[in-house]
């Protein structure tokens, strides 16, 4: 029998170009897929009452350490370089698969209380093979639509960092994409996730590329960042050993050449800005414009929350006020108007949704309330008192709304938090990531009084 749930009388902003927004809108969903979006619909489906609601296509996060919820906030004055040392080579050696189930967990759960609703999870953490079966587990158990992004061993900073030789190990990369990922459809999907040049040997480079190209995985990988990577040409030498394509993400992009970046949209590349982290630890400028002027669609993502809060209203807010900034700063100095292709508060919505389904591949199932697209929607509380009285939609989540007016969320049609209520054992996962949280300290404690003795 067909199940079908109507959410009724909303504030519609479907992020489709052709359905646009509909101020008193009804959306149904059938079996988990976006049957219709209009003025009004009749159907014998269990309804809920979307008034005073503003519902939107869940939020993407195109690339997060999810693995770091049990360190959250422990690196709260940490530069990109303090990072290296404090989370990688400090923390991240001494996770257990029970550390990352841990938080994965609680990383996803806290991404679909805050309408995340698909995640690109950029697990660098495979110590063991252990350590992606429990990260893998932990997303699936949580409901979440995830990207899961394999990617090395993390057993210290000199293996991880600084031409390496360690590559990612393809036979397990294999087993987990046969075990996991056989179909590539369902909520889970597979990538890699590759430290690129500068950071590992040009062999190990060309050896992880062609990995993912056999095995038809996208790519997603760190470029031109903060003091080092910032110089490293990252792209330029990914072109120069011919491996550049459309399959691939490009995190931060703070320090690309007009070159490279050229080099990125010629090739069909995609973009994941972590304006938070970017503006705070010393990656460089949020570069939405200048994705934007190159053609490109740009994402939006937490990626640390060792340093940076864990959801999407933030990450808006960090890209909308760093890029007018800029712009404004540069206009002042020139003593020039500022121009009228300032980035928008509704852009920022396309770039939070159906931008991120685009960059992590998923446009045809999520990203927009599109009829036959999967159900992942989310409905914003606007009669708030940080909401209301709206006057325009796209800005009332973009400037206004913050996670606690975060009501409903649906992943692939399955209600996930109903009237602010995750729908989820929290109770179970906040004690995991506490006692993750207390096992790594310990274990930290060890390590430091081994060296010291
Ligand atoms: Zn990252």
Redesign the pocket.
């Known amino acids: 029998m067909t199940h079908r749930i109507l959410l009724r009388a909303g504030h519609v902003l479907s992020m489709d170009p052709v359905i646009g927004d509909l101020p008193r809108g009804d959306v149904l969903v059938e079996d988990g897929r976006i049957a219709a979006v209009e003025p009004e619909i009749s159907a014998d489906a269990e309804v809920l009452d979307m008034s005073g609601r503003i519902l939107i296509p869940g939020f993407v996060d195109t690339?997060?350490?999810t693995w770091e919820a049990p360190i959250r906030g422990v690196a709260p004055d940490a530069t990109l370089d303090d990072y290296f040392v404090d989370i990688l080579d400090t923390f991240a050696p001494l996770y257990t698969p029970d550390d990352v189930y841990a938080g994965n967990l609680a990383g996803a759960l806290e991404c679909l209380n805050a309408g995340i609703t698909t995640l690109v999870d950029?697990s660098?953490i495979n110590n063991t093979p252990e350590h992606p079966d429990a990260a893998i587990q932990a997303l699936a158990e949580s409901g979440i639509r995830a990207q899961y992004a394999y990617g090395s061993a993390n057993t210290s900073l000199a293996d991880y960092w600084f031409e390496s030789r360690i590559a990612i190990p393809a036979d397990d990369v294999r087993r987990i994409r046969s075990a996991h990922f056989a179909s590539g459809e369902g909520l889970l999907t597979m990538a890699l996730a590759t430290r690129g040049p500068g950071f590992c040997v040009d062999e190990v480079v060309t050896a992880e590329w062609a990995l993912a190209r056999e095995l038809g995985l996208p790519i997603t990988v760190?470029v031109a960042m903060g003091r080092l990577a910032g110089r490293f040409g990252m792209v330029k030498r990914l072109h120069g050993l011919g491996l550049l394509g459309p399959d691939t993400t490009y995190?931060?992009c703070c320090y690309l050449s007009e070159e490279e970046w050229r080099m990125v949209a010629d090739s069909g590349g995609t973009v994941s800005i972590?304006p938070q982290?970017e503006t705070q630890m010393g990656h460089g400028w949020p570069p939405v414009m200048q994705a934007i002027e190159h053609g490109l669609r740009p994402s939006l993502?937490i990626?640390?929350v060792t340093t940076v809060p864990g959801d999407m209203f933030t990450q808006i807010r960090a890209a909308f006020g760093a890029e007018r900034a800029r712009v404004n700063a540069d206009c002042w100095q020139a003593n020039m108007p500022v121009p009228d292709t300032m980035l928008t508060a509704r852009q920022m919505l396309e770039i939070a949704t159906v931008n991120g389904a685009h960059v992590a591949g998923l446009e045809d199932r999520t990203g927009s309330l599109t009829p036959g697209k999967r159900a992942d929607i989310v409905a914003i509380d606007a009669t708030a008192p940080n909401v209301a009285p709206v006057h325009d939609a796209a800005a009332a989540v973009t400037l206004c709304a913050d996670v606690s007016n975060v009501d409903t969320v649906l992943v692939d049609g399955v209600i996930r938090k109903r009237d602010g209520r995750l729908l989820a054992d929290t109770a179970r996962a906040l004690r995991l990531v506490e006692e993750s949280r207390d096992r790594l300290l310990a274990a930290k404690e060890e390590k430091e009084a081994k060296a010291t003795a």
């Open positions: 690339h997060r350490h950029w660098h760190h995190v931060h972590a982290v993502s990626d640390v």
